[in-house]
């Protein structure tokens, strides 16, 4: 299965309510792709996937059912709770959203990614100039 029929599987899954139902299962309170899958789906390696969770959460289980849903096992999850402010950003933005459990859930997560990024701009430029001073 290629990169681009999973990304089908997914959206066709995000139409018809099946991801709904599996977030809501696994406690999956976000869903978004993004990567290379969004970029260029026909030359993607792998299918990036960022999740919100809910405390009581079944990441094992998501896994599983997204394995399952997409016909293949290349698939990597992304926790947006647990990212870095560069990796969290990456996951929100120029993304296609699957799931979000309440109105506006994903805009308001992608709007603080954004901000906490740019906050935090200084603490990476500062970790790279140490890096590059040895």
């Known amino acids: 299965m290629s990169i681009a029929e999973a990304f089908t599987r997914l959206r066709s899954a995000a139409d018809?309510?099946?991801?709904?139902?599996?977030?809501?299962?696994?406690?999956?309170r976000l869903m978004t792709v993004f990567g290379s899958a969004v970029r260029d789906a026909e030359h993607a390696h792998d299918l990036d996937i960022a999740v919100s969770l809910a405390p009581d959460a079944d990441l094992l289980g998501l896994v599983g059912d997204l394995l399952d849903l997409t016909g293949t096992d290349l698939v990597d999850?992304?926790?947006?709770?647990?990212?870095?402010?560069?990796?969290?950003?990456?996951?929100?933005?120029g993304v296609v959203p699957l799931h979000e459990a309440?109105?506006?859930?994903?805009?308001?997560?992608?709007?603080?990614?954004?901000?906490?990024?740019?906050e935090t701009a200084w603490m990476r430029r500062l970790d790279l100039e140490r890096m590059a001073a040895g």
């Open 102 to 118: 309440e109105p506006g859930l994903f805009a308001r997560t992608q709007m603080a990614a954004a901000l906490e990024f740019y």
């Open 77 to 93: 999850v992304m926790v947006l709770d647990d990212a870095s402010p560069t990796a969290r950003r990456n996951g929100l933005s």
């Open 16 to 28: 018809d309510g099946r991801i709904e139902r599996i977030c809501r299962l696994h406690g999956v």
